[in-house]
């Protein structure tokens, strides 16, 4: 009989780019990047699979539209939510019935939760397998970081203002010491987009996360503006790629995929 790391081993050996989204500040849409980067990779062909390891504020089934979705199994493994023919998902917000219960897990339980994600779910063959972690640098990045292998690689996520800046600039050095590949720098929320009269106002500045990526020796990916549509599309459970594709959102979202690809 199969141990779970051999198990975890079949599981990832099908995977062909492992990617983690990572920021060491909260609420710079983070998540958002995520999925929108997994619907848009999806969109374009390729099977992709989306981990949401963010035990304490699981974002991605709501994201997505698919809160309350039962998680199924083959009687051997645990089967991801099919979003669509191309888009699988799993998230810890899967397996709690009252969302407005905090999980109150200690380090261990974080790691085995990983473990599990990694271990017991049935992937199959993906090309590419994105993960959206919490914002810091403990537990759940390490976690996932070290299950996945060396050849996992970063995707930075920050928004302009010095405030995120100063932090984020830990997740870089946090990729550094362990010696991780890291894609680039996303600069999210750089200017709003009026809906009215069309003119950006940069309500968080612009600028900062390009700057602190050179300063760093790190590629910048590119800035992605903030507009209305972003904000309809995540409360309708929709990614905003889908939902308004002709959106300057959407265009920079995909010039940044288009580098990573």
């Not at 997994?38 to 809160?67: N, R, Y």
């Not at 910048?220 to 939902?243: M, Q, Y």
């Amino acid at each position: 009989m199969e141990n779970s790391n051999e198990i975890k081993e079949e599981n990832i050996n099908k995977i062909n780019n492992k990617i983690v989204v990572l920021s060491g500040k909260g609420g710079v849409g983070k998540s958002t990047v995520a999925v929108n980067m997994a619907a848009e990779l999806a969109q374009k062909g390729f099977k992709v699979g989306l981990l949401d390891v963010d035990v304490h504020g699981p974002s991605v089934p709501t994201l997505l539209g698919l809160e309350g979705s039962p998680l199924m199994s083959d009687g051997k493994n645990m089967l991801p939510i099919s979003y669509n023919s191309n888009l699988k998902v799993i998230s810890v917000g899967f397996m709690i019935e009252d969302l407005d219960a905090p999980i109150i897990w200690r380090g261990a339980l974080k790691a085995n939760f990983i473990n599990q994600m990694l271990s017991d779910v049935k992937w199959g063959e993906l090309d590419y397998f994105i993960v959206d972690c919490p914002p810091g640098t403990g537990d759940e990045p390490l976690s996932v970081i070290q299950a996945l292998g060396d050849d996992v690689k970063a995707v930075i996520v920050t928004t302009p203002q010095k405030l995120a800046t100063v932090d984020v600039r830990k997740s870089i050095n946090f990729c550094k010491k362990l010696n991780m590949n890291i894609l680039g720098v996303i600069e999210n929320m750089s200017g709003f987009i009026c809906p009215d009269c069309g003119k950006t106002v940069e309500i968080f500045k612009s600028g900062g996360g390009q700057k602190m990526a050179e300063e760093m020796g790190v590629n910048f990916l590119g800035k992605i503006p903030l507009e209305v549509s972003v904000v309809n599309a995540d409360d309708e459970g929709t990614p905003f790629v889908e939902a308004f594709p002709e959106s300057e959102t959407t265009k920079s979202m995909i010039n940044v995929i288009n580098k990573i690809l």
